[in-house]
């Protein structure tokens, strides 16, 4: 009998973050759910990642409620999300009681399997997330992010695989966020977990689709054992996004393997995501073909657009190629991080600087940080020098142990300033809204009765309006003699004057 593969679903989380900037709205996804509820999947991500971030900066949705109309939508659906570990859904970490009382209320509100990752794959950073999901009765499964590097080998993941099986998660994932994972590569590590953790041991492999490679590597990765693989309907598939869900059915036909997948349904899902595309044009990524060139930048695509729009708007979009050759020497600098949220930001601002200002004259905070341990450690020692600098400008000290150990509890103070925010429902939901976006939050709540927005707009009215005629700029009468009477207030040594300008008689 053929082995049963399962499949999990991404169009509603990493493949609208991947594509659209996460801009996809709440009700372009309703249609779609009776289908995808039914289609065969082993689970359906569709929270955390950026989608927190995009519901209350952009889309005016409350995210919490996001989740609750999800888990009416797919009743027989496993929901899954991902989640930063001890940094939740925000940027930096959060001090124990807070990361217990979010995965409480993820769980309390509908989510079944957590994808917890570490941006430095410090098991450190994972252990509280993981217990708190194992004390909900939800499916804990412990992430190792892939990256390359002359320090990385198989044998690390296998390592890292041994020790999220000790703290109790229920799966393993392989999370390969630059499509870095090549085949054989794909086949090795599998297949070590496999014979170091047990057959038993369930196996995920989670791929971009940037460089052209990745589809083989989900193939090899079968071959080796992988229990499940995470792909994207067709129609939001390719480029910086993922592997085609039917491309992977139909791959599997004669292998020995199979999916539980209804073509039928995937027939149907691609057609109406190929339909609601086109609505998010002004978001869609530029990339869309191949990319190898990431084999050696080793950056990701959304790291791409957010450094060159960093450049752009310093004026200097020209040195974009620089900064491309700078981001592996900040790496390398910083002890070899994975480049994934927030470590790629970081490493990216901070080789933009550096083009910009000299090596280092400038430093962020969060790129101090993470040179003085403040993020967890690093594959690699990190250059004794740069750690220098980042004492010299941040006037902090390294430290070695877990960061977190650091915070204090901060949970009470936490609700009292965010129940002071007009708007704020005081709900624990409301509090961890505002506990990891404190600057966005307020205006969310402020708006929130006003409803979600969408910003898909009607291709038909954006063509119309790319093909009207551009209108003359009004005259500038500032150029040329005055054709009305002008007031304007004046002040003057403290006091306000009225002058009158009027047409020349």
């Given at each position: 009998?053929?082995?049963?593969?399962?499949?999990?679903?991404?169009?509603?989380?990493?493949?609208?973050?991947?594509?659209?900037?996460?801009?996809?709205?709440?009700?372009d996804m309703?249609?779609?759910?009776?289908?995808?509820?039914?289609?065969?999947?082993?689970?359906?991500?569709?929270?955390?990642?950026?989608?927190?971030?995009?519901?209350?900066?952009?889309?005016?949705?409350?995210?919490?409620?996001?989740?609750?109309?999800?888990?009416?939508?797919?009743?027989?659906?496993?929901?899954?999300?991902?989640?930063?570990?001890?940094?939740?859904?925000?940027?930096?970490?959060?001090?124990?009681?807070?990361?217990?009382?979010?995965?409480?209320?993820?769980?309390?509100?509908?989510?079944?399997?957590?994808?917890?990752?570490?941006?430095?794959?410090?098991?450190?950073?994972l252990?509280?997330?993981?217990?708190?999901?194992r004390?909900?009765?939800?499916?804990?499964?412990?992430?190792?992010?892939?990256?390359?590097?002359?320090l990385?080998?198989?044998?690390?993941?296998?390592?890292?695989?041994?020790?999220?099986?000790?703290?109790?998660?229920?799966?393993?994932?392989?999370?390969?966020?630059?499509?870095?994972?090549?085949?054989?590569?794909?086949?090795?590590?599998?297949?070590?977990?496999?014979?170091a953790?047990?057959?038993?041991?369930?196996?995920?492999?989670?791929?971009?689709?940037?460089?052209?490679?990745?589809?083989?590597?989900?193939?090899?990765?079968?071959?080796?054992?992988?229990?499940?693989?995470?792909?994207?309907?067709?129609?939001?598939?390719?480029?910086?996004?993922?592997?085609?869900?039917?491309?992977?059915?139909?791959?599997?036909d004669?292998?020995?393997?199979?999916?539980?997948?209804?073509?039928?349904?995937?027939?149907?899902?691609?057609?109406?995501?190929?339909?609601?595309?086109?609505?998010?044009?002004?978001?869609?990524?530029?990339?869309?073909?191949?990319?190898?060139?990431?084999?050696?930048?080793?950056?990701?695509?959304?790291?791409?657009?957010n450094?060159?729009?960093?450049?752009?708007?310093?004026?200097?979009?020209?040195?974009?190629?620089?900064?491309?050759?700078?981001?592996?020497?900040?790496?390398?600098?910083?002890?070899?991080?994975?480049?994934?949220?927030?470590?790629?930001?970081?490493?990216?601002?901070?080789?933009?600087?550096?083009?910009?200002?000299?090596?280092?004259?400038?430093?962020?905070?969060?790129?101090?940080?993470?040179?003085?341990?403040?993020?967890?450690?690093?594959?690699?020692?990190?250059?004794?020098?740069?750690?220098?600098?980042?004492v010299k400008?941040?006037?902090?000290?390294?430290?070695?142990?877990?960061?977190?150990?650091?915070?204090?509890?901060?949970?009470?103070?936490?609700?009292?300033?965010?129940?002071?925010?007009?708007?704020?429902?005081?709900?624990?939901?409301?509090?961890?809204?505002?506990?990891?976006?404190?600057?966005v939050?307020?205006?969310?709540?402020?708006?929130?009765?006003?409803?979600?927005?969408?910003?898909?707009?009607?291709?038909?009215?954006?063509?119309?309006?790319?093909?009207?005629?551009?209108?003359?700029?009004?005259?500038?009468?500032?150029?040329?003699?005055?054709?009305?009477?002008?007031?304007?207030?004046?002040?003057?040594?403290?006091?306000?004057?009225?002058?009158?300008?009027?047409?020349?008689?």
């Amino acid at each position: 009998m053929p082995k049963t593969i399962d499949v999990t679903e991404l169009v509603l989380r990493d493949a609208h973050q991947s594509l659209m900037a996460t801009r996809m709205a709440m009700e372009d996804m309703v249609p779609a759910c009776a289908d995808l509820d039914q289609a065969g999947y082993w689970s359906i991500e569709c929270w955390g990642g950026a989608t927190f971030d995009s519901c209350i900066r952009f889309l005016n949705e409350d995210p919490w409620e996001r989740l609750r109309q999800f888990r009416k939508l797919l009743p027989n659906s496993r929901l899954q999300m991902l989640l930063r570990g001890q940094n939740l859904l925000g940027y930096r970490h959060y001090e124990d009681t807070v990361v217990d009382r979010f995965v409480d209320k993820a769980a309390e509100n509908g989510m079944d399997v957590f994808r917890v990752f570490d941006a430095l794959n410090d098991i450190r950073n994972l252990r509280r997330s993981i217990a708190a999901v194992r004390r909900t009765g939800k499916h804990a499964q412990g992430t190792i992010c892939y990256t390359v590097s002359p320090l990385h080998t198989a044998g690390d993941c296998v390592e890292m695989a041994e020790k999220l099986l000790e703290l109790g998660c229920d799966s393993i994932c392989i999370k390969d966020m630059a499509a870095l994972l090549k085949p054989q590569a794909a086949f090795d590590i599998v297949k070590g977990i496999k014979e170091a953790c047990g057959q038993a041991v369930r196996v995920h492999v989670h791929v971009h689709a940037t460089t052209g490679v990745t589809l083989v590597s989900l193939m090899k990765a079968i071959e080796a054992g992988a229990d499940c693989v995470d792909t994207a309907i067709s129609s939001l598939s390719l480029g910086p996004g993922h592997n085609p869900t039917e491309s992977l059915v139909e791959m599997l036909d004669g292998t020995g393997f199979e999916t539980r997948l209804d073509k039928a349904r995937l027939i149907r899902l691609k057609k109406y995501f190929a339909g609601i595309r086109p609505r998010y044009q002004e978001f869609l990524s530029n990339i869309t073909g191949v990319e190898t060139e990431i084999f050696d930048s080793q950056i990701p695509g959304g790291m791409l657009s957010n450094m060159e729009s960093q450049l752009k708007q310093q004026g200097a979009g020209d040195r974009m190629q620089e900064v491309l050759t700078e981001v592996p020497k900040v790496r390398a600098d910083a002890g070899f991080p994975p480049l994934v949220t927030p470590s790629s930001q970081i490493v990216g601002t901070q080789a933009v600087f550096n083009v910009m200002m000299g090596r280092y004259k400038v430093m962020t905070g969060e790129f101090a940080d993470l040179m003085l341990g403040y993020y967890g450690e690093t594959i690699g020692p990190r250059d004794p020098s740069v750690i220098a600098l980042a004492v010299k400008q941040s006037g902090k000290s390294p430290i070695n142990g877990r960061p977190a150990d650091l915070l204090k509890p901060e949970w009470h103070e936490l609700r009292d300033a965010a129940v002071a925010v007009p708007g704020c429902n005081g709900s624990d939901e409301d509090v961890l809204t505002y506990a990891m976006f404190p600057k966005v939050a307020p205006q969310f709540f402020t708006a929130r009765d006003k409803g979600p927005k969408n910003l898909g707009k009607d291709p038909a009215a954006q063509a119309a309006a790319a093909a009207a005629p551009v209108k003359p700029p009004p005259p500038d009468d500032s150029k040329g003699p005055v054709r009305t009477t002008i007031t304007y207030d004046v002040k003057c040594n403290g006091k306000t004057h009225k002058v009158t300008v009027a047409p020349a008689k």
